[in-house]
């Protein structure tokens, strides 16, 4: 068996109130394309900057090349051979292609930068991986693609055995994607070892011969590509060992399906979500299940005019209506809690009282405050009803606990009594006695007649609270299961693994 | 957490104690500094001098406040200052009353507050561009007006406005007195300042709980506008006089320190409106200061400097964290912030 080129054992890393990584231990032969695979937090980026030596490890040893080393920094790890290249691409745009590939190590000439070296060597490099670029051109005037491309010709002349690619292609479309891959074989025939990281399970199968899965900050395992079906890679990058799974509550929640609230009718973004149907009750849950940038997050975002749709039609009963921006669809009487508490949703300078009044008080215009009673009444009522700790109105919000903080940022679209709640991973990252009372509020919620959408990457948690679950998959809707009782999570995996069977 | 620690932490405990400080310094070169007397039914004496002339300054950093409370800021409330003067003396100098001057004056003041808006909401500019343009630009227009001469009126009316006194006070104080009370009203008692501070405090959160920032961040600039122009014409009718060139000269770079002084950050979010009163004080009072201590000329900007750099060294956490004995200890990341270093 050939020698790793890199090779990490034993790798533990924590920051305060968390262990990202726990003794994983990870090899990487040449002329190999390695998938670095698990859900969010499970410490893949984490591991990606012990590599390049952003964050230093607490434990554990790194072996490049055979020799033991201690990664110091980015530098240092180009420096031994390990390049990566961001999700960004962090060039200078403003700058020509040709600049982008030699900057910090121009070729000189009698003390001065060899202009046409530079351009000549940057168009054999780039043909090289038969890319025929104008060189001279400004960086920023080519596509994202183009500049991904650049990117990596620049990582692999830094005489790079190792590329590390995270997250390249989830803004390329099919055809920029296939001209990434072919460049990726290529230089895999040159014996670098490529290590990628994407969430499009499509593109593991299609470019990697081996991955690595972890979960939790721990190693699940390494595995041949071939010998690890994608219902199985879900399954382990999920944690959901099917027998193991516990059982669900008594009863599926009864469907009091009420009135019609929404009806999309082809409603997508291009490089969001193509165009979904999607009837929203009154009275109902409606799960979205997929992996992460499955467009789960995309579609409901749509849907509050969070973004404005590009395609498609919102029919609120027989009318058609226009839920193009968060003010429309307030008005139409929609609220959404977004997947990021912090950038998104509350303002963490406010304090509790004020974070919970804000859509309300947006509602009724500056010229109408709610008198100071009022407003003691409401958010002393919600406060008490959600069980928010500290219960006082007057504690800046960013004080709280991340449960408590989604609790407020509940109450702040539960005051203006919406028809339809878009629940973003509300219990992503807080305490499980906090998660089963917003499970609970949701259940009781649709009891009284809201319609629910709801979205979880946990799918006991789906289909505990769901009527239907709407299965998304590489930015689709792939398919809509009724949650009958005989739903399981095992065939909700299935369908988000062999999703592209169903189309 | 003791009494005197939470005393400590509030936004106006430092402002306030460097002031009172200054003032005391006062007291120890000048010992009846503090001393009111009535001469002529009017009130005379250093603190109302410090008021009086530090009145435009309070106005200016009033609507300064109010931009960067969005996450903005105003560099052309200087370049209002002096259009606003200029427009007034020229038209009473034409033969028009008050009652024509006055409103062209604000309405312009407005005008340019609403310039200003636009830019910033409507093409997206940085507010520290977008305002620049007319901080240069205004200048000249304000020449252009007083056509490059320095305009001179005489008009006992008009005097009144900076240089009046009324129940005994200056009318300038008064008049600053009634626009902080305005604005105390408007932002407090109405959800104008909890709007303004969500939008400053996180935009993307604002824009998806349904609030309307632009025409906000518009009338943020149109305010401060309207307090520039006002503190234009007291400037101008203090002096009778209205001068293109040098009205309102940096005036913008007392404001903003006005504004940091008194507790409000300048990345917008929560506001103080009188951290900013008695922030402009310190200003003023510092100036009132290098008079009476004797401090020489050549002195005065250095010295200035010191006092400034000791108030915002007392209001940064970090310093007084430092200061300490005991660092405190590093402070528990949220669950979110976990998430993002996971």
């Known amino acids: ?503 | 957490m003791n009494r005197a620690a939470a005393l400590t932490r509030h936004t106006l405990f430092w402002p306030v104690t460097v002031w009172v400080v200054l003032l005391l310094a006062n007291v120890a070169f000048t010992p009846g500094f503090l001393s009111l007397r009535i001469r002529e039914g009017h009130l005379y004496g250093s603190l109302i001098d410090i008021l009086l002339f530090g009145a435009p300054l309070i106005l200016v950093a009033l609507g300064m406040t109010v931009v960067i409370a969005t996450g903005g800021i105003d560099l052309s409330v200087g370049a209002t200052v002096a259009i606003s003067g200029a427009l007034a003396c020229h038209l009473i100098a034409g033969g028009h009353g008050l009652i024509v001057a006055l409103p062209v004056a604000i309405g312009a003041s407005l005008l340019l507050g609403l310039w200003n808006g636009l830019l910033v909401t409507r093409l997206g500019i940085q507010p520290i561009i977008a305002t620049l343009i007319l901080m240069v630009a205004g200048r000249g227009i304000a020449q252009l007006i007083t056509g490059g001469q320095i305009i001179t009126v005489d008009s006992d009316a008009y005097k009144m406005i900076g240089g009046g006194y009324w129940l005994g006070l200056p009318f300038s104080i008064l008049l600053v007195a009634a626009a902080l009370a305005v604005t105390l009203l408007l932002t407090r008692r109405t959800a104008l300042g909890l709007l303004l501070e969500a939008v400053g405090g996180n935009a993307e959160a604002s824009r998806l709980v349904g609030i309307r920032s632009s025409g906000l961040i518009v009338l943020a600039y149109m305010f401060c506008g309207l307090c520039a122009g006002i503190a234009g014409l007291m400037i101008s009718s203090n002096t009778l006089s209205a001068d293109g060139n040098q009205a309102g000269l940096w005036i913008e770079l007392d404001a903003i320190l006005a504004v940091v002084l008194g507790g409000t950050a300048l990345t917008g979010g929560r506001f103080a409106l009188s951290g900013t009163v008695v922030g402009a004080l310190i200003i003023q009072t510092l100036d009132t200061t290098i008079y009476t201590a004797g401090i020489p000329p050549r002195m005065t900007l250095v010295f200035s400097a010191a006092v400034v750099t000791v108030v915002c060294l007392l209001q940064s956490p970090a310093f007084r964290a430092k200061v300490r004995r005991r660092p405190p200890a590093a402070p528990v990341p949220s669950a979110a912030e976990q998430e993002a270093t996971a």
């Open chain 1, 1 to 503: 068996m050939t020698r790793p080129v890199l090779e990490v054992s034993g790798i533990s890393k924590g920051f305060p109130g968390v262990q990202a990584l726990d003794d994983v231990a990870f090899r990487l032969l040449p002329g190999e394309i390695h998938a670095l695979m698990g859900e969010n937090g499970a410490g893949k980026s984490t591991l990606i900057k012990v590599l390049t030596g952003v964050h230093e490890a607490d434990a554990g040893t790194v072996v490049v090349g055979g020799a033991k080393a201690s990664i110091k920094g980015p530098l240092h790890a180009q420096r031994l051979g390990i390049s990566t290249v961001y999700q960004e691409v962090n060039l200078c745009p403003n700058l020509s292609v040709a600049e982008n590939i030699f900057i910090g190590r121009e070729p000189r000439r009698f003390g001065r930068i060899d202009w046409k070296a530079v351009r000549r060597r940057s168009a054999e490099l780039l043909a090289r991986l038969d890319l025929d670029l104008d060189v001279t051109a400004q960086l920023g005037s080519h596509s994202l693609a183009v500049q991904q491309l650049v990117a990596i010709v620049r990582a692999v002349d830094l005489e790079a055995k190792v590329l590390i690619l995270d997250e390249p292609t989830s803004s390329l479309d099919r055809g920029e994607v296939a001209r990434l891959f072919t460049v990726m074989r290529r230089l895999r025939e040159d014996g670098v070892a490529i290590l990628f990281v994407s969430h499009f399970l499509e593109q593991i199968y299609e470019v990697c011969d081996r991955v690595t899965v972890l979960r939790g900050g721990r190693l699940v395992g390494e595995y041949p590509i071939g010998e690890l079906s994608r219902f199985e890679l879900v399954a382990k990058m999920t944690g959901q060992e099917l027998a193991a799974l516990e059982e669900l509550d008594e009863e599926s929640p009864e469907a009091v399906r009420g009135e019609r609230l929404f009806a999309l009718e082809g409603v997508g973004r291009t490089g969001a979500i193509a165009p979904v149907d999607l009837d929203l009750y009154a009275g109902e849950v409606v799960g979205l299940a997929g992996l992460l940038g499955s467009g789960r997050s995309e579609l409901a975002r749509l849907v509050f005019g969070a973004d404005a749709a590009d395609s498609g039609r919102v029919r609120c009963g027989d009318e058609l209506v226009s839920l193009r921006t968060p003010r429309a669809a307030i008005e139409r009487g929609v609220a959404f809690c977004p997947e990021d508490r912090k950038g998104d949703g509350l303002v963490m300078d406010l304090t509790v009282e004020e974070n919970i009044i804000l859509a309300l008080q947006a509602a009724r215009g500056w010229t109408r405050p709610l008198g100071q009673k009022r407003r003691q009444e409401l958010v002393g009522e919600y406060i008490r009803a959600l069980r928010i700790h500290p219960p006082h109105p007057h504690t800046p919000v960013k004080n709280l606990s991340g449960g408590n903080q989604q609790k407020v940022l509940l109450a702040r679209w539960l005051i203006t009594r919406p028809k339809l709640l878009i629940l973003d991973e509300p219990t992503r990252g807080i305490d499980i006695g906090a998660k089963t009372e917003i499970q609970r509020l949701v259940v009781s919620l649709a009891g009284e007649g809201m319609g629910v959408v709801f979205i979880s990457a946990e799918l006991e948690e789906v289909l505990r609270i769901s009527h239907k679950v709407e299965v998304l998959r590489d930015r689709r809707l792939v398919t809509e299961l009724a949650n009958d009782g005989t739903l399981t999570p095992e065939r909700i995996l299935q369908t988000i693994a062999n999703g592209a069977a169903d189309r």
